[in-house]
């Protein structure tokens, strides 16, 4: 019998104007994303830039970039040219190549196997042997996705005070069946970017892999280098760095979905492709986990690219750190309000020691606000982009508001940190 509950095949023939009706009202209690009430999610530059990345999606709207060799050159040399901006961006040598994905952990998923298979290659070893990456407590899930797929063990190390990782920790963790180290440009959780120059030298003491996940700061935290903010050398120039992960539907500012991943030595992206020779329909080749991707992701990256240039992206820099730097003013001056890390670029984290900031979470929620939590410590989160900003004042209203109220009831809360 069928399940009651499910809904069924639709009879169809609804016009355009009946969907968008319907669609709409769905719509109404969604985030309002626009307004700047949700802490992730969507990331802005300039209404320009986003108005142009949307043109160009909707120009390739129907294109296919598995094709783009075979049936679509156009897509092709636009991607080319992406992936050639982010090695311009991340000082990549000479044969250095890269991937344009479909998001952060596509991105990381290409990697771990380019790692893998060149420890194997290296080490002599087969698929019967136990490997394992070693990474920060803070490093993104889509490793530990990575590491499931691939029957790879992940090992986390804790951090330092200042919520980076601890690299001597991570020291003591490593074998001969390490893979991998990883840190992060910046981590999550905390927006700090991990000490890659240690982690660096350690990579290169001990011979293994070293993957910097930049998927939230690889488009932009350059951008914040050269306008002066003194963030962190986290890419090539750290020269036992072997990969990158770089999203740009976070700080690049194109459409989703859309992410890149770099590789030092050419002959590494060998290594993370997919080819299969034997198949009905011939040799089947694909540098990207996934199979069919939309080309319409490429070309409003390179629109998006193309219009902002580096004057743009500085100028988004510029923009951002202001934004950042009056949030954190605004968060420090809420008393019993402390933030967990100085913010690298745009991720800011706080909690208390006086109040649980769980209650002033769940109180954010009820003004409809979409906060993000943190575990440990326990705090909140928002990936800063420019839509934050004309919410500011508002926000940190309601936040002291929030505050105000749970120091007053000493309300607790036993929401747990879900992503
Ligand atoms: C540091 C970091 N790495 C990887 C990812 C995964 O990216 P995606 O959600 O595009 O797969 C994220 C997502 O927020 C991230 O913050």
């Known amino acids: 019998m069928a399940d009651p509950q499910r809904a069924r095949f639709p009879e169809g023939g609804r016009d355009w104007p009946d969907l968008q009706h319907e669609m709409r009202e769905r719509a109404a209690g969604d985030a309002d994303w626009r307004g700047g009430r949700t802490a992730i999610f969507f990331f802005l530059a ?6 142009v990345g949307k043109r160009a999606y909707m120009e390739f709207f129907s294109e296919n970039a598995l ?58 070893v087969g ?25 790879v063990e992940v090992r986390r190390a804790p951090l330092r005070a200042d919520r980076r990782v601890d690299v001597e920790a991570m020291r003591g963790l490593i074998d001969a069946d390490t893979m991998l180290l990883v840190g992060s440009a910046p ?16 990579a290169a003491a001990a011979d293994v892999w070293l993957h910097v996940d930049a998927c939230v700061g690889g488009w932009i935290a350059p951008f914040f280098e050269r306008v002066g903010r003194g963030t962190p050398v986290f890419d090539f120039r750290n020269t036992a760095v072997r990969s990158i992960s770089a999203d740009l539907h976070k700080f690049g500012f194109a459409p989703k979905p859309a992410s890149t991943v770099f590789f030092r030595d050419g002959e590494d992206l060998d290594r993370s492709t997919f080819r299969l020779g034997y198949w009905p ?25 193309n219009h902002l240039g580096t004057a743009g992206y500085e100028r988004a820099a510029r923009n951002l750190a202001a934004v950042v730097d009056r949030y ?59 839509q934050h900003e004309p919410a500011r004042e508002t926000y940190l209203n309601d936040l002291r508001a929030c505050v105000e109220a749970v120091r007053a009831s000493e309300a607790t809360s036993n929401l747990t940190a879900t992503y």
């Not at 982010?86 to 044969?95: K, N, Q, Y």
């Not at 981590?187 to 350690?202: M, T, Y």
């Not at 420090?332 to 933030?339: C, D, F, K, Q, R």
């Open 46 to 51: 300039e209404q320009e830039a986003y108005d």
């Open 67 to 124: 094709g783009a060799a075979r049936a679509y050159p156009g897509i092709g040399q636009m991607e080319r040219d992406v992936l050639d901006y982010g090695m311009d961006l991340l000082s990549a040598p000479a044969g250095a190549r890269g991937v344009f994905t479909t998001g952060g952990t596509e991105s990381i998923l290409l990697a771990v196997k380019a790692a893998r298979e060149r420890h194997r290659a290296r080490r002599g």
């Open 127 to 151: 698929p019967g042997r136990p490997l394992n990456i070693v990474m920060p407590v803070t490093g993104h899930p889509a490793f530990d996705k990575a590491a499931i797929l691939m029957d």
């Open 187 to 202: 981590c999550f959780p905390h927006g700090v970017i991990d000490p890659i120059s240690e982690i660096d030298a350690l």
């Open 281 to 305: 329909s011939g040799l089947y080749t694909t540098a990207t986990m996934s199979g069919s991707r939309p080309g319409a992701a490429v070309a409003a990256a390179w629109a998006v690219l």
């Open 328 to 386: 954190v003013e605004g968060l420090e001056a809420i008393p019993g309000i402390e933030l967990w890390a100085r913010p690298d670029v745009t991720i800011v984290n706080f909690g208390s020691r006086d109040f649980d900031i769980y209650a002033v979470a769940e109180q954010m929620k009820a003004r409809r606000w979409i906060p993000g939590l943190t575990s440990e410590p326990k705090g909140m989160h928002t990936m800063l982009s420019m």
